[in-house]
């Protein structure tokens, strides 16, 4: 199987790209800040997914690849909570955005939790 076949994968990859059309719309002042810092993590978890899926042969290495990937997708809900803080997104789309990432930290996890169903080989 692609990584890109994911669900995890694909779930970040609309994450990340709706935040790049919502971040769109953000203040000039903000684009070498909140602007470049959310699109870069929210871009990051689908380039650690990707990763660690490629190094499924090394179960500690397949770990911690995905270990970033959740750090890069809890870092990007921190940047949506600057957002929201500083007016930029509505609550709606905060509510929403979040509960995406929610959704993708779940699915990184049980890929965490599951390495074997993934191909990782057992130690």
């Not at 890109?4 to 070498?32: G, N």
């Not at 789309?93 to 939790?113: A, C, F, T």
């Amino acid at each position: 199987m692609d990584f890109k076949k994911l669900l995890a994968y694909q779930k970040a990859f609309d994450l990340a790209m709706s935040i790049y059309e919502i971040s769109k719309s953000f203040p000039k002042e903000e684009t070498y800040s909140l602007t470049d810092q959310i699109r870069r993590s929210s871009r990051s978890v689908n380039a650690n997914l990707s990763e660690s899926y490629r190094k499924r042969r090394y179960p500690k290495h397949f770990i911690s690849k995905l270990t970033d990937a959740d750090g890069e997708n809890s870092e990007t809900s921190t940047w949506l909570d600057f957002a929201f803080a500083c007016e930029y997104i509505s609550i709606e789309q905060h509510k929403d955005l979040s509960h995406q990432g929610i959704e993708v930290g779940k699915l990184i996890n049980y890929m965490i939790n599951n390495p074997v169903k993934f191909g990782v080989k057992e130690e």
